[in-house]
């Protein structure tokens, strides 16, 4: 069986690395006044940024629509495959899961298995990366999600914002209700909680909270085995890279990535947001 490897633009994926690990990918969409644009296609993190910048505002976003996956479904099935594995973000902070599916029934060429990776960024990506390297080594559809479950047992993720404010207007934080009034007050830890954004707990700095998300990965990782981390940020570049060499410093069972919250996730965060995410790879 031939097995294709599907995600989508959230999974920040560099384009050099999909194309080395045969991923394919569908855009999710930032708009701009009455442009849309395709992220990681027509728009990067930098240009992203810069335009909210000048422009005084976030954007909008959108999912890719039915139609649009459809299309790269019929795609790979013309390319001799016989089915896909489709990792997408959190089906509790974006519709893209529930769309696939529909398309997935809608495509008959192809056996479509459709994983909900219930996060986002390059953690989702690290699913993708898994899922690829397994299908080139010819596991079955079955086998590679089941090897998705099992990284899922480990994955963790928390980060911190410097406004909820975004994440309040887009209804992507769940329980923020007990947040109102002290925004400028509070830096809290947030993770995902059943596929959604949840408060961790309120730190009232931002030093404090990073400090506080990195004594939660130490607490995991200091309990043996291998470990696979990634540092995301948004234009928080030299903070990140400081974060990065103190852990690599500290921990010889740590590989960790830099990336970043492009911009669909970047929309919904604000810039100035720092994450750390990681799962146990052996």
């Known amino acids: 069986m031939k097995t294709a490897v599907l995600t989508d633009s959230t999974a920040y994926i560099p384009r050099d690395v999909r194309k080395a690990n045969n ?42 629509s039915i139609g649009s996956m459809t299309k790269k479904l019929e795609e ?49 990506g690290f699913y993708a990366l898994e899922a690829a390297e397994l299908a ?8 590679i999600i089941a ?27 769940n329980g923020a209700q007990a947040f109102i009034g002290s925004l400028l007050q509070v830096k809290p830890v947030l993770h995902f909680v059943d596929t959604k954004i949840v408060p961790f707990e309120k730190i009232r700095t931002r030093k404090k909270a990073l400090k506080r998300i990195i004594s939660l990965f130490e607490e995991s990782v200091q309990k043996g085995g291998n470990y696979k981390a990634c540092l995301i940020h948004a234009n928080q570049l030299d903070e990140a890279e400081q974060l990065k060499q103190e852990i690599e410093e500290k921990f010889d ?14 929309t919904h965060l604000g810039e100035g947001a720092i994450g750390l995410g990681w799962y146990r790879e052996s």
Do not use: W
């Not at 069972?253 to 970047?266: K, M, R, T």
């Open 136 to 143: 080139d080594n010819g596991a079955t559809p079955e086998q």
């Open 23 to 64: 991923i394919h990918m569908v855009p999710l969409n930032v708009i701009f006044g009455h442009e849309s644009y395709q992220e990681e296609i027509d728009i990067n993190a930098e240009d992203f940024y810069d335009m909210v910048k000048e422009g005084g505002e976030l954007p909008k976003t959108s999912q890719p």
């Open 147 to 173: 090897r998705l479950d099992e990284m899922k047992q480990t994955m963790n993720a928390y980060f911190m914002v410097d406004d909820l404010s975004h994440l309040q207007r887009g209804g992507r934080l």
């Open 76 to 124: 790979l099935a013309s390319e001799n495959f016989d089915a896909v594995i489709a990792i997408h973000l959190s089906s509790g902070i974006s519709g893209t899961y529930q769309a696939m599916m529909t398309a997935g029934e809608m495509v008959e060429e192809i056996d479509v298995h459709v994983y909900d990776s219930e996060i986002s960024c390059l953690m989702q």
């Open 253 to 266: 069972n740590v590989a960790v990535e830099l990336s970043y919250f492009g911009p669909v996730i970047g």
